[in-house]
């Protein structure tokens, strides 16, 4: 969850929303967690040109090995509910995914909530080497 992202209560922390649009319709708000110690400096991009997972490889030298991701439905009120459904309340599908790189060291943590109406999630699953696969 959020809490791995920072180890200490004191660690300081990125916090990314963002609301991604398809055809000039939202279909998506992030809420992103990045632990500042692994990517000081990251106020300085403009993450409206420049993907994340870019920045951190290019710039940082992360590599995003594996992540996980847990997927419920939910209702949302308020601002989200306003901003993807048009309403006061409504369902949704919502995504928890913390993200590891090449030392299972959790980098990011973002809970996206899916309008229901657009919401398609594709997994592809493929053979990793020995060095990478994990056990759940």
Same mark, same amino acid.
């Given at each position: ?13 990125? +916090?990314?929303?963002? @609301?991604?649009? %398809?055809? /000039? #319709?939202?279909? &998506? ?6 632990? =500042? $110690? ?21 710039? +940082?030298?992360?590599? @995003?090995?594996? %992540?996980? /991701? #847990?997927?419920? &439905? ?6 989200? =509910? $306003? ?54």
């Amino acid at each position: 969850a959020a809490s791995d992202v920072y180890k200490r209560q004191d660690d300081e922390i990125y +916090y990314l929303h963002r @609301i991604r649009y %398809a055809d /000039d #319709e939202a279909i &998506a708000i992030e809420y992103s967690y990045i632990n =500042a $110690k692994y990517c000081p400096g990251l106020e300085m991009f403009n993450l409206e040109e420049f993907s994340l997972y870019d920045i951190f490889y290019e710039h +940082y030298k992360m590599h @995003i090995a594996w %992540a996980k /991701d #847990e997927i419920s &439905a939910d209702n949302i009120r308020g601002e989200d =509910a $306003k901003i993807l459904l048009q309403a006061k309340s409504g369902p949704a599908l919502i995504v928890h995914n913390t993200a590891y790189d090449t030392d299972d060291t959790s980098i990011e943590f973002t809970r996206t909530i899916y309008n229901y109406k657009t919401f398609t999630y594709q997994i592809i699953s493929t053979e990793t080497s020995k060095k990478y696969r994990r056990h759940f």
